[in-house]
């Protein structure tokens, strides 16, 4: 679902397609010599200094190392040069929304659209963000989305963008109504399964919350979401020992999942 975060694999892939490309004995040697990826992405900026998508990579790899203001400043410094670059913009979004600074992010993406907007995947990211913040923007947005790409996928994530908002609305049954279109449109579409099964828990349809899980885990046996959610339907009608089973899953796929640990306790209180 979360398009944003693949931005910066893709770019990855590419400085490896660039770096096995490269015809020179000495390229070939250094590759034999075991140099890391940060030594080769230092060699192929050398090689390639005018590589955009190479300076985009080494700025997220200044982030990942905790030079998140060195980041910022080269992609902005790089959008005076090249203000109509989508890659640029859509970059930039990314480490803001990692940082947790989501209006910034909201306008990077709208400038990234302004530019080009046949970006699916950078709709449906602005579209989702202005979701979980409550601004109905997002339901033109996905309706946008549907209208302009019959793919089935796409559908599936815009229906499921509209649950999301309707859900922060607490308007819990027209939610529910878009995570059953997301999964008609894709039956894969495990995030819709999981918000649908929790909206269900939280209306006391425990039997239906249980039953939406159930079917997630059949698709995926390692998202600990599934497990935990499956665990606290079966705590709600009173079957400790099969919630224990699940929150002990939950456990096994993510040994952090606190929520779990502490469900765990509680019932050994019992």
Not at 8 to 16: I, N, Q
Not at 26 to 31: M, P, T, V
Not at 215 to 220: L, M, N, Q, S
Not at 243 to 263: I, M, Q, R, W
Request: proline share 2%; with cysteine.
């Amino acid at each position: 679902m979360n398009f944003m975060g693949n931005l910066f694999s893709t770019l990855l892939l590419l400085s490896f397609v660039l770096l096995f490309s490269c015809n020179s004995k000495g390229d070939q040697e250094n590759l034999k010599k075991g140099f890391s990826p940060a030594d080769s992405l230092q060699q192929l900026i050398s090689k390639y200094p005018d590589s955009l998508e190479l300076q985009i990579l080494l700025q997220e790899k200044n982030y990942s190392k905790g030079d998140t203001a060195i980041a910022l400043k080269n992609l902005e410094a790089l959008l005076k040069k090249y203000e109509k670059r989508t890659d640029l913009h859509n970059a930039l979004a990314v480490i803001q929304l990692q940082m947790g600074d989501t209006s910034n992010a909201v306008g990077s993406l709208v400038n990234s659209l302004a530019i080009n907007q046949l970006q699916p995947e950078i709709e449906f990211e602005l579209a989702f963000i202005e979701a979980a913040r409550g601004n109905s923007t997002a339901l033109a947005i996905a309706d946008k989305i549907m209208a302009q790409y019959p793919d089935k996928e796409i559908q599936a994530k815009a229906h499921f963008t509209k649950g999301i908002y309707y859900a922060n609305k607490t308007m819990l049954r027209e939610a529910i109504k878009e995570f059953d279109a997301a999964i008609i449109n894709n039956f894969t579409s495990i995030d819709a399964y999981v918000e649908k099964g929790i909206l269900h828990y939280e209306l006391g349809e425990t039997g239906k919350s249980i039953d939406v899980l159930s079917k997630a885990a059949e698709i995926d046996k390692n998202n600990p979401d599934i497990f935990f959610w499956l665990g606290k339907g079966y705590k709600q009608r009173k079957e400790e020992d099969q919630a224990l089973l699940y929150f002990g899953e939950t456990l096994k796929l993510d040994p952090n999942y606190e929520a779990a640990k502490t469900a765990i306790q509680a019932l050994n209180k019992n």
